[in-house]
Structures are given as structure tokens and as C-alpha cells.
């Protein structure tokens, strides 16, 4: 239990030091690009730098273990997504921290859509043309994606509606995935657009669709998987800071302000929108309230579509 003069002076001088935003997926994904967008602005309005560090692993349960074992003082915070905050919990015994019990909610930060994406040599540019491509293929087709992700679950309800087969292929963030789907390795992904747009810029990805209800404006000329006849399918990701349960509420209502007031930062905001993700803000009670009701949400499709660790 935090007493009472340690409460004042949390309020009164944090920070004293510098900030620690754990990224729990490698170098090169969406939650690595935007929490180094975000950090940059956060650690000019906290006067203290903020540095990312990259603890990968464990499709984001090492890293966001890190932090629900930290001290909580505020010094180390957590750049939170949906694996490892609402689903990975439902599916893996190995995941030993409890999102409610372990870790304070501080504010919403972006959302954004996920891409279709197939290899450059792949002789498909739309749906359509992939799913024939996929069906007369004797293998099944290579889906990079990692445990427990909303990509992981869209490739599955794609897979379901267009009567396609999977190969499941592992990785420990969409970076290495697309590295090996750029190379050949894999032949298909359903990926953050943030994380995908650096591949498509180059030529050694293809977008078939975007999975969002209208199209986006960094890519406008590609058509929505609703437009091409598969109907209300649509999957996003949700990017947010969390802290360590027990942090003093003048730290965590500080770094709320202070998120808040970077996620409204025009710059912050024209950054993160060119690689294909809204800046979004929220109190510390609406994030927790969003945190919630995705729990609930992906229970039930994990249980629909019997997702275990060892898939």
C-alpha cells in the first residue's frame, strides 16, 4: 500500500529520471513504430526522456510480464496491443500475469486497420484472384502470423468464408514475418497496415485488401475485403499505454495528461497517420472500459474457433 507522503511526492516530482516504454515485439512492427512516435513527444511533455526497449518473445507475454512485474513507480511502462493484453490470456497457461490484477490502464494512444498481403511473386492482386490462386494449390497456403493476435483470428475467419486452407507458420512479431514473406518463405499474411507499408512501399509485398469498413487514405486505390465480396469482414488492432498495477494515481493521472497531450499533438498525430494508424485518445477509465469489453470480445472467438498454444 502506497502511503500517504509517498503519494505526494510521486505527485510532486515525477519524474525524476528517465522512462522505460517496453515494446513487447521485435524492432520494425506497428507497436514498435508508434510507441517511438509517441515516446519522442511523451518524454518532452514528462521533461524526461522516454526509451523504448524491445523485449520480444512469447507473441508479447515476456515484455508485458516485464512490466507487470516492475515496480510500480511509473518508470516502466508498457506499450500494449491486443495479444498480449486480450487474448493471450485466454489461450496460453504459460501467460502467469493478470492484465486486471497486475496492470493500470493509462490511455488509449491509436487505432488501425490490418492488410491482406501476399509475396511480390505471388499471381494475385485482389481477393478474388488469391483465393483461386490458394484453392489450386496442393499444399495448403503458408500464413505467417503469431499466437493469439486479431491477425492470427481474421486469418482464420478469412480462411473459413473463402474455404481456403492454412499452414500456420509462427513468428514472434510481424516484423520477422514479413521479412519472410518478402524473401518467399511464406505466402501469406493478414498484418498491421502500419507495419506492412515500408514492404509495399518497396515492391516486395502485395496488398489484395484492407480489412477496415472503408478505405484507407494512405492507400486509396486499394478496395476493402467488404468490396470484394466478402461481407462485413474486418479486423483492427488497438495500440495503448499500461503501467504496473499500484502505481501512485498522480503518476499514473500525469502520464494519462501527458499521453493525451501527445496523442493531440498535430506532428504526432500527421506521424502516425502516414503509416496508416488514427491517433485516438482516451482517459484512464475509457481505456479501461475498452480493455474490458475486448477481453469479453475475443473469449468468445478464441472458444469458436478452439485456438490452442499448440496451433
Known amino acids: 500500500m502506497t502511503t500517504g507522503g509517498a503519494v505526494v511526492a510521486a505527485e510532486t516530482t515525477y519524474p525524476t529520471k528517465p522512462v522505460r516504454l517496453v515494446v513487447p515485439y521485435p ?68 501467460v502467469t500475469y493478470d492484465v486486471e490484477r497486475d496492470l493500470a490502464p493509462v490511455g488509449m494512444v491509436a487505432t488501425g486497420p490490418h492488410v491482406l498481403v501476399v509475396g511480390s511473386r505471388t499471381p494475385a492482386s485482389n481477393v478474388k484472384e488469391f483465393v483461386a490462386f490458394a484453392k489450386a494449390q496442393a499444399a495448403p497456403i503458408s500464413f505467417g502470423t503469431f499466437l493469439g493476435s486479431p491477425q492470427d483470428l481474421a486469418g482464420y475467419i478469412f480462411a473459413r468464408d473463402t ?32 507495419a506492412a507499408l515500408p514492404f509495399l512501399e518497396s515492391g516486395h509485398v502485395k496488398a489484395i485488401g484492407i480489412a477496415s469498413p472503408k478505405r484507407s487514405a494512405v492507400l486509396p486505390d486499394l478496395p476493402t475485403i467488404d468490396e470484394q465480396g466478402l461481407k462485413g469482414f474486418e479486423s483492427s488492432g488497438w495500440f495503448g499505454v499500461l503501467a504496473r498495477a499500484g502505481t501512485p494515481d498522480p503518476v499514473l493521472d500525469r502520464l494519462a495528461q ?24 482516451s482517459t484512464r477509465e475509457e481505456f479501461a472500459a475498452h480493455l474490458s469489453a475486448e477481453r469479453v470480445k475475443w473469449r468468445r472467438a478464441v472458444v469458436e474457433f478452439g485456438i490452442k498454444p499448440s496451433e
Open 27 to 94: 524492432p520494425g512492427g506497428s507497436l514498435d513504430i508508434i510507441a517511438r512516435v509517441l515516446g519522442q513527444k511523451l518524454g518532452v511533455g514528462l521533461g524526461q526522456s522516454v526509451v523504448v526497449e524491445n523485449r520480444a518473445g512469447a507473441s508479447g507475454a515476456i515484455g508485458t510480464q516485464v512490466v507487470a512485474r516492475s515496480a510500480p513507480d511509473g518508470y516502466m511502462l508498457l506499450m500494449g496491443s491486443p495479444t498480449p493484453i486480450s487474448i493471450l490470456p485466454n489461450i496460453s497457461p504459460a
Open 163 to 194: 474455404g481456403i486452407q492454412l499452414q500456420r507458420v509462427s513468428y514472434r512479431g510481424s516484423g520477422p514475418a514479413l521479412n519472410d514473406l518478402a524473401s518467399g518463405v511464406i505466402q501469406f499474411m493478414v498484418v498491421e497496415l502500419a
Open 258 to 281: 501527458e499521453v493525451r497531450r501527445a496523442v493531440s499533438d498535430p506532428e504526432v498525430k500527421e506521424k502516425l497517420a502516414s503509416v496508416g494508424v488514427t491517433a485516438t485518445s
